[in-house]
């Protein structure tokens, strides 16, 4: 017999496991994954953009300033829109989280008071309400 048993261990995999498929877990690769992917594109559209620019300048469609400008101006334009969309993103990544936490908390509490006031009813057993209480965490 070793300093942690079998079971011990199987019962770490199993939670380990969960942890791994669980919302939080997910969501968070998913969102981070996401940003990455919208960043590189908008690297992507923003190069593009200096290619067309200078191909305009090859072509002798715009001046060397014009060209400055048409950089200057898009590069502008993408990333202020971008960064305006994160920001709305981030913002309503945050509020979810904030209503799921007190939708959470309501519900709990609710159950709660429902275990003790039928527990108040039967005054005379004398039970401990942490088996009929919700776990924590």
């Known amino acids: 017999m070793g300093f942690i048993d079998k079971e ?3 019962c770490f995999w199993r939670k380990l496991k969960w942890q791994l ?3 939080k877990f997910l969501s968070f690769w998913a969102y ?6 919208f960043w590189y594109s908008l690297e992507s559209l923003h ?3 200096i290619e067309y620019a200078q ?4 072509e002798k469609l715009i001046t060397s300033t014009q060209v400055s400008e048409l950089i200057n101006h898009s590069q502008t334009v993408l990333y202020d829109t971008a960064l305006s969309h994160l920001l709305l993103f981030l913002g309503t990544i945050i509020t979810a989280l904030v209503a799921i936490k ?3 908390y309501v519900t709990e509490g609710q159950r709660s008071r429902t275990v003790i006031n039928k527990m108040g009813e039967n005054t005379e057993r004398n039970e401990d309400l942490k088996k009929f209480l919700p776990k924590k965490g």
């Open 32 to 37: 981070t994954g996401l940003l990455v992917f």
């Open 21 to 23: 498929i669980s919302f």
């Open 47 to 49: 190069h593009h953009s």
């Open 102 to 104: 007190g939708v959470s």
């Open 8 to 10: 011990d261990w199987k």
């Open 55 to 58: 191909d305009m300048f090859k």
